[in-house]
């Protein structure tokens, strides 16, 4: 049997290489983000007072409670708004 | 003298002296030491091939102190033990096998675990002891993460037969001996500071956590933090980072058990103590904390926007909340799906399939609600008496919606606007609205979690109203169903400022309030909050109790 490709298959052969190679390019860039400091890591200082916890900035309001969107123009409530008028038109026929 | 002998008698000098940091200072094994050490090994290796020679050598310096004569600051069996170890350990080590460095340190630390042991002398080797536990939990760590090194080590386990226990596992038991060891230590606390052995107790904690979160085997952790709530000082006695990486560590597994108001609780506490400028730890407890704040409605607001731990993550988390505030079931999906190239690191994280369950149940509220603000009429007149409700039909409508835009529906493409480009039909006014159409190559194939209900499972009324019944029965929808009308009835729309406000009260007040009522506010188990009264220690009732009349 000879060892040189077929012709004709090369070019599929390069192309599956490529996309295979692209494709653990992609898993070693997927595997090194979700590793990103991957560890709750030791902290360097045994202890520290409560002022060097403080950060600039807001530190009241971290949480938002009442979030609730009432505006009905946006995209998702002007379609689902078509949608319930429509069905709405069909029962009455 | 040789460095040995001066290594020993500096040893005893400090035991002597009960110097515990001299003693955690010169009983290191962590690379990188001072050349010292590699004398030390050196001369080990050329000298002290015979044990029973070491051992001579080491009772020679540390004389162990007599039964009747037993000065303070003498040496105890554990403690020749354990230096004996120590000895062996430099002069065997091979550091380029990680291995067999495991093995020998697992050994260092047993034996340094039993001289900790003694309850009059035993102190004096904490800071060793958990200077070695801590080494060993990072090879350990090091370890996990080089299957091509412990692959052999699994293989062998399960040819003995014996349960599959990783290294890490059980690197996590041998510490967890230290731990209990301290836990169970009867000194007292005395005033600000937890007493003799206890000081130890969330050093040893810590590291056993990390390591029972790296096997994902934390339900080991139970017994543990029962055993902290009934034994342990309060927190509050311990330093910073011990605080910290312990309520974040509590607040995982309160988290992975969902328990996540009492998770929030350890988190929000975790954050908040942490140091400003230890952004890694700041970040690992954010993940979390903003997970479980999202299944509790709260969403994190603009103040994190500046802070560099938040750097990447709020992009990740607002496509999930901004679905749940508009109630677009479709766009939630798709936030936490493939498309949106964050599930792998929502499921890496652990969070994928708490936010995915919990949150759904936010977006139906929200889509209830976003139905009812579209299709209410609200009355011309205002002393109206009629309540305001909502057509489960049309939250059938609202769900069926939300199902075709997953499985790829739309509009069909006009014909007439194909033929005649740029200009539309007159009477398009007129026209009816097309219905949506599935997609040409059919109905896109959604697995269970992807569809609305399960997969391409349509949403029928029965569903939709047992959903309804189920938001109002955790109170996060105000009101009643008349099965009969086929609607959701507002109560109080009156006294609750209109029906919006009394119908769809905000989700994180209804889950606080329950949490009030239900005591899970404050006192969360595993969180030593308080002294406890009594000293929590053991009384002998013997020669008390005895029987009425006996004396």
Known sequence: MSAAPASGAAPTNKAAVADKSAESAKDVKLAAALEEDDEFEDFPVENWTKEDTEVPGDNTHLWEESWDDDDTNEDFSAQLKEELKKVEANKKK | MAI????????????????????????????????????LSKELKQSYRDNNRLERQIEKFIPEHGDFASEEGDAWPGFLAF?????????????????????????????????????????????TAIQLSSNL?????????????????????????????????????????????????????????????????????????????????????????????????????????????????LGRFLFSNNHFFRAQLCLQSAYYQCHAQCINQRRHILIYLISTNLILGRFPSRAFMSRPEAKGLLEKFSPVSIAIRKGDMAAFKRALGPESENQQWFFHKGVYLPLLCRCEVLVWRSLARRVFLLTYQFPTDPNSRKAATLDI???????????????????????????????????????????????????????????????????????????????????????????????????????????????????????????????????????????????????????????????
């Not at chain 2, 120590?86 to 340190?105: C, G, I, K, P, S």
């Not at chain 2, 139970?222 to 034994?231: A, E, L, P, S, V």
């Open chain 2, 4 to 39: 040995v002998d001066e290594f020993l008698a500096s040893i005893s000098s400090f035991l002597r002296k009960k110097d515990a940091e001299q003693l955690r200072l010169y009983l290191r094994v962590e690379p990188p030491l001072p050349d010292h050490f590699m004398q």
């Open chain 2, 83 to 127: 230096i004996k170890e120590y000895l062996e350990f430099w002069r065997d080590v091979d550091f380029d096998n990680l291995l067999a460095t495991h093995a020998q340190l697992t050994t260092l630390v047993n034996t340094s675990i039993t001289a900790l042991s003694n309850p009059s002398y035993g102190i004096v080797v904490l800071p």
């Open chain 2, 393 to 551: 039909l049309d939250m059938v409508t609202a769900a069926q919606f939300c199902q075709k835009i997953l499985e790829g529906w739309g509009k069909p493409v006009d014909p007439l606007a194909v033929m005649q480009p740029g200009r539309t039909h007159m009477n398009t006014i007129f026209m009816k609205v097309p219905d949506l159409v599935p997609p040409a190559g059919g109905r896109k194939k959604l697995r269970a979690q992807q569809g609305v209900i399960f997969g391409n499972k349509m949403p029928d009324i029965l569903e939709v109203e047992a959903i309804i019944a189920s938001l109002v029965q955790q109170g996060l929808l105000h009101g009643f169903i008349s099965h009969n009308q086929g609607k959701f009835a507002i109560l109080g729309a009156k006294q609750r400022g209109g029906p919006l406000n009394a119908g769809f009260p905000d989700v994180w007040e209804v889950i606080r309030d329950r949490a009030k009522r239900e005591g899970r506010d404050s006192e969360v188990p595993g969180w030593v909050q308080h002294e406890k009264r009594g000293g929590g220690g053991v009384v002998n009732l013997t020669g008390i109790a005895r029987p009425v009349g006996s004396g």
């Open chain 2, 137 to 249: 939990a990072k090879l350990g760590m090091m370890l996990d993460k080089r299957p091509d090194l412990t692959s052999r080590l699994r293989k062998v386990a399960d040819a003995g037969g014996e349960g599959r226990k990783t290294l890490v596992e059980g690197t996590a038991e041998t510490i967890q001996r230290a731990f209990t060891m301290c836990l169970t230590d009867r000194s007292h606390s005395a005033g600000s500071k937890p007493g003799g052995r206890k000081v130890g107790i969330y050093s040893f904690a810590n590291m056993v956590l990390k390591l029972l979160f790296q096997c994902r085997k934390t339900q080991l952790a139970t017994q543990m933090f029962q055993n902290i709530t009934q034994h342990s000082p309060q927190l509050s006695l311990y330093p910073a980072s011990q605080r910290v990486t312990y309520l974040y560590y």
